[in-house]
């Protein structure tokens, strides 16, 4: 595992220490060769914790890295605009986070926080949970609405 | 019930070998001890040795018989004297010197002490007298004491040899014992025979005759204070004799005792000798117990880091010494107990375990244990538990 | 030479603490031989922490072991131990304060005259428990995974199993503060780390304070904090797993989804 600068080794280091203790330690799955890892929220939501090097930052003699929690949605809705509008909608009344889509047009829920020296725990908690439920509860809403569907590797109904 | 964990025991009996040897040690010791302290208690027994078959409570000597081997005599009329109170049952006289006997064997003389009594007097506590009561009464016979050394050769009753180069013939044996005074033995005669040998010994002692007696033996009527009559016959008998009970504080055993005590340099150096073998005894179990707390010396300061106070480490060691202590001084006891019979058939005189001696020793024992243990345990207790660490 | 600082310049005692060292200074020897080994230290240690003091050989780190433990007298500065003033306390005092703690050695001092058990037992009967310190003694042996060993001396034990014994002795008054000087120098990697890991596990469920003293990079994992002693003097304190520690330890109730939405 190679890694870019110093506080993201850090922060994959204390992700590692918080995961292994938290209530995500027995679903949890780091990558073996990025920075990152795998989880499960409450049986059904997978979500994809990575830690990214920031380099051109405020603090000129410090080093710093983000952590970015994410969690796919739904695929394959429409129409586009619609879902643009409720998803930019709904964006106002989430406290932390927001919808995200990438140009296959998938739609996910991520939530940034800023890692190295000073990540704080519980806001780290906090962002892993509200990923976790959000992406939950609007995973059914969307794709009722929008006539989407399960993204691949995810919301996988059984336990795993 | 369940108790502490009796650690003293357990560390002195985890090495077997080593504890085997630490009793030895210290039985080796009261071996010392004893050893020393009996051979002084055996001479000075065995001065005594004849003082107690005396058959009378009182006795009377002149004045200037310091001791009772110290030939003076005084006039028989004294017992006579003595008879004539009331109390009195008899006063027997008796006789006594030192004469040379020719070994008939090797026929090298030796000194040996020469008792002369009337045969028909029961004036020593002694059964055979009875026995050769008519023998003794024919010229020229003596009974042999069993126990006189080897080197006064055969003594068997009917042997003929030479006493002050006058023939004598054994007619029978007795057993009494040696003393130093007279390392070689005892003849027992009567007292018309000695005359005959010695009524003059030389300018060393008194002329002897009936008129004389060496010593006066006085037996009381039963029943009679002793004490009481001691002052009666010292008031109403001159000076130039002295009374004195046989037995009590004030008494002739006693006096004897004294005497050789005082003027011989067998109690001092007896009894440095058994000092000796008290400091060997505690050089020992110091050695013992010392290198016992060395070679835990780490355990016993991790006790005191948990928490023990010292006065826990002082009691280990004090047990231990107790424990060496008793069960040494055991077999110190058994083996001394052996070879005092040993030294007694040896020597002829008269070795004696008491239980008064065997109680002072095993005093002087635990004393030498506590001693020993004190100065152990000054080295646990001035040392910080922390250096070890 | 420092001039002793009077008690009443030095802080209150703190029920949080289970170690409140204040400006200490220790000497060894006396007069003209003396010679300073502890320089001005200061140091916290909360309850239930578990601390790793390293440095080189000479720095120290097993004089302040041996100090915060009782063992030695103590004049210049204020160290308190589960609430405890140590300094100018007299020899008597000390030994009262070491029942409270339990202090592993790094070799194991065990009686060779002894089992296993009695060994442990001896520790027990400190606290006066005679009835019930053989029991004591098994579970605790037991717990270390020496149930089966309990009868036997040390001379029947291997090095491992007697350095766990002594770590039985030490922990079987369930002392709220243990200190160890170099706990797993004797023992294999496997070894090592099971009596780390108890210890680990004893200080999160019983909330004892666990300080220990090594050199033993394998171990480094388990502390809390990381305090580094250089000639006398504390180097570094460092937090290796503070992260995790220092998040509030709120339980968390049932999730929902309304509670991100406005």
Redesign the interface.
């Known amino acids: 595992m190679k890694f870019t600068n110093g506080a993201q080794e850090l922060t994959y280091g204390r992700l590692q220490d918080y995961l292994s203790g938290s209530l995500f330690k027995s679903t949890m799955r780091a990558s073996d060769d990025q920075p990152s890892f795998d989880l499960v929220y409450q049986d059904t939501t997978l979500i994809e914790l990575q830690v990214l090097p920031w380099d051109t930052h405020p603090y000129p003699d410090i080093e710093m890295a983000i952590v970015r929690a994410s969690s796919c949605v739904a695929i394959g809705c429409h129409p586009e605009l619609d879902l643009l509008r409720f998803l930019l909608d709904e964006n106002r009344k989430i406290r932390f986070g927001s919808f995200q889509t990438d140009d296959a047009g998938t739609v996910f829920f991520a939530n940034r926080i800023l890692g190295g020296e000073h990540m704080d725990p519980t806001e780290l908690e906090v962002c892993l949970l509200s990923v976790g439920a959000i992406a939950t509860r609007y995973s059914d809403i969307i794709i009722d609405k929008f006539d989407g569907q399960r993204a691949l590797n995810s919301a996988l109904p059984s336990k795993l | 019930m369940?108790?502490?964990?009796p650690?003293a025991w357990?560390?002195l009996?985890?090495d077997r070998r080593r504890f085997a040897t630490s009793l030895a040690g210290v039985g080796f010791a009261v071996l010392l001890m004893f050893m020393f302290n009996g051979f002084m208690n055996a001479l000075y027994d065995s001065q005594l040795q004849l003082l107690n078959r005396f058959n009378g409570e009182i006795i009377i000597v002149n004045r200037l018989r310091t001791n009772m081997f110290v030939p003076r005599a005084f006039a028989r009329r004294r017992l006579y004297q003595a008879r004539a109170f009331d109390g009195v049952q008899d006063a027997y006289a008796m006789y006594i010197s030192e004469v040379n006997w020719k070994n008939p064997e090797t026929r090298k003389s030796r000194g040996v002490r020469v008792i002369a009594i009337n045969p028909d007097e029961p004036v020593l506590n002694i059964p055979e007298i009875e026995t050769y009561q008519q023998l003794l009464k024919l010229p020229e016979t003596a009974l042999m004491d069993t126990k006189s050394r080897v080197e006064v050769g055969p003594v068997e009753p009917g042997i003929i040899s030479e006493l002050a180069d006058r023939r004598i013939r054994l007619v029978g044996t007795f057993t009494m014992g040696t003393d130093f005074a007279s390392g070689n033995g005892n003849l027992l005669m009567s007292d018309q025979n000695f005359l005959r040998y010695f009524a003059d010994r030389g300018p060393e002692e008194d002329k002897r005759s009936f008129a004389t007696v060496d010593i006066g033996v006085v037996k009381l009527e039963p029943g009679t204070n002793v004490e009481r009559m001691v002052n009666v016959l010292r008031e109403n008998l001159p000076n130039d004799v002295l009374v004195m009970a046989r037995d009590g504080d004030n008494g002739f055993v006693i006096r004897e005792r004294n005497y050789w005590q005082e003027n011989t340099n067998i109690g001092f150096v007896f009894s440095l000798l058994t000092s000796m073998g008290f400091f060997v005894g505690i050089i020992l179990v110091y050695q013992i117990l010392y290198t016992d707390v060395a070679d835990?010396w780490?355990?016993y300061?991790?006790?005191?880091?948990?928490?023990?106070?010292?006065g826990y480490l002082l009691g280990v060691v004090m047990q231990e010494a107790m424990i060496i202590s008793v069960l040494g001084f055991i077999p110190g006891v058994l083996v001394s107990q052996l070879l005092y019979t040993a030294a007694g058939n040896a020597t002829g005189l008269f070795f004696q375990m008491t239980p008064e001696r065997i109680v002072n020793l095993l005093i002087a024992t635990f004393i030498m244990c506590l001693v020993s243990g004190a100065i152990a345990v000054r080295k646990v207790q001035t040392t910080?538990?922390?250096d070890v660490? | 030479m420092v001039k002793t600082q009077p008690q009443s310049t030095f802080d209150p005692p703190r029920d949080d603490l289970a170690v409140h060292i204040q400006h200490l200074n220790y000497f060894f020897g006396a007069g003209d031989l003396s010679k300073q080994v502890l320089f001005d230290i200061s140091l916290d240690l909360p309850k239930g922490q578990i601390v790793i003091l390293t440095g080189p050989s000479g720095s120290g780190k097993?004089t302040l072991l041996?100090l915060a433990?009782a063992?030695?007298r103590l004049q210049d500065g204020s160290l308190r131990v589960l609430g405890k003033e140590l300094v100018g306390l007299g020899?008597?005092a000390l030994?009262?304060?070491?029942?409270n703690i339990g202090?592993i050695?790094?070799?194991h001092?065990?009686?060779?005259?002894?089992t296993a058990s009695?060994n442990v037992?001896?520790?027990v009967?400190?606290t006066g428990n005679?009835?019930s310190?053989?029991d004591q003694a098994v579970a605790m042996l037991s717990a270390l995974g020496l149930a089966d060993r309990v009868d036997y001396k040390p001379q029947s034990l291997s090095g491992g199993q007697k350095q766990r014994v002594a770590i039985a002795?030490a922990l079987v008054n369930h002392p709220q503060l243990i200190l160890a000087?170099e706990p797993t120098a004797a023992l294999d990697k496997k070894s090592g780390r099971d009596v780390v890991t108890y210890l680990h596990n004893l200080s999160r469920q019983e909330g004892c304070t666990v300080l220990m003293v090594t050199h033993d990079n394998r171990i480094l994992d388990v502390a809390d904090r990381i305090i580094n002693l250089v000639d006398g003097r504390l180097e570094s304190d460092s937090t290796p797993n503070a992260f995790v520690h220092s998040k509030t330890q709120e339980a968390i109730a049932e999730v929902s989804a309304d509670m991100f939405i406005m």
């Open positions: 369940i108790k502490r964990i650690l357990l560390n009996t985890h835990h780490a355990e300061a991790t006790l005191k880091a948990m928490g023990y106070k010292n910080d538990p922390a660490f | 097993t041996t433990g063992l030695r020899d008597r030994v009262n304060v070491r029942r202090f050695f790094q070799a001092n065990l009686f060779e005259s002894l009695q037992e001896m520790a009967e400190l005679f009835s310190k053989q002795r000087d």
